[in-house]
T-cell receptor, first 110, second 115 residues
Framework: RKEVEQDPGPFNVPEGATVAFNCTYS??????FFWYRQDCRKEPKLLMS???SGNEDGRFTAQLNRASQYISLLIRDSKLSDSATYLC???????????FGAGTRLTVKP | GAVVSQHPSWVICKSGTSVKIECRSL??????MFWYRQFPKQSLMLMAT?????????EQGVEKDKFLINHASLTLSTLTVTSAHPEDSSFYIC???????????FGQGTRLTVV
């Protein structure tokens, strides 16, 4: 089993749509969780951290379920500029031992 | 602004030559840095953990004699791809942790093309 598994994608959605990405992780001792965004030929950039209580940042909502070892990202009112690959990232310990999902590609179309 | 700087951003080299990639932490010390490789349409895969003043720790399947890592100072780690082959063509990226931050900070990445 992969350490971090994501929806395979790709997701092609119209502007204004709501899209949800899911992710599961295998190591129950994982410490912290993130969603990163990666544009083509660029380094990943932090989109948001994910907390058990759920957290929201504008159109983006992230959720963590430790019992199910499941992470989600919801994007509302999709914009063209949201087109990118979204990486689910799990930090195994506080030394930044990060494990990445394969990424889910999102294309938002006019 | 960037907290981790990686250089060069892209390089094309001939098969059989060696290529050095630098990763610098800006305004902070990094006793540990991580090197990743990303093939097209695939995720980032950890290659090795670079440790200042000691040997790097390589992930299973990564040849330590081919991918030489040197972490000689608290702000610089280098990855040298020796005797590069076309199959080494990939996106190489480093990251460095910052105390009190749990998220990773990445360099800009290096796109290596071996011809």
């Amino acid at each position: 089993r992969k350490e971090v598994e994501q929806d395979p994608g790709p997701f092609n959605v119209p502007e204004g749509a709501t899209v949800a990405f899911n992710c599961t992780y295998s190591n129950s001792a994982s410490q912290s969780f993130f969603w990163y965004r990666q544009d083509c030929r660029k380094e990943p950039k932090l989109l948001m951290s994910v907390y058990s209580s759920g957290n929201e940042d504008g159109r983006f909502t992230a959720q963590l379920n430790r019992a199910s070892q499941y992470i989600s990202l919801l994007i509302r009112d999709s914009k063209l500029s949201d087109s990118a690959t979204y990486l689910c990232v799990v930090n195994l310990n506080n030394n930044n031992d990060m494990r990445f999902g394969a990424g889910t590609r999102l294309t938002v179309k006019p | 602004g960037a907290v981790v700087s990686q250089h060069p951003s892209w390089v094309i080299c001939k098969s059989g030559t060696s290529v050095k990639i630098e990763c610098r932490s800006l305004d902070f010390q990094a006793t540990t840095m991580f090197w990743y490789r990303q093939f097209p349409k695939q995720s980032l895969m950890l290659m090795a953990t670079s440790n200042e003043g000691s040997k790097a720790t390589y992930e299973q399947g990564v040849e330590k004699d081919k991918f030489l890592i040197n972490h000689a100072s608290l702000t610089l780690s280098t990855l040298t791809v020796t005797s590069a082959h076309p199959e080494d063509s990939s996106f190489y990226i480093c990251s460095a942790p910052i105390l009190s931050h749990t998220e990773a900070f990445f360099g800009q990445g290096t796109r290596l093309t071996v011809v």
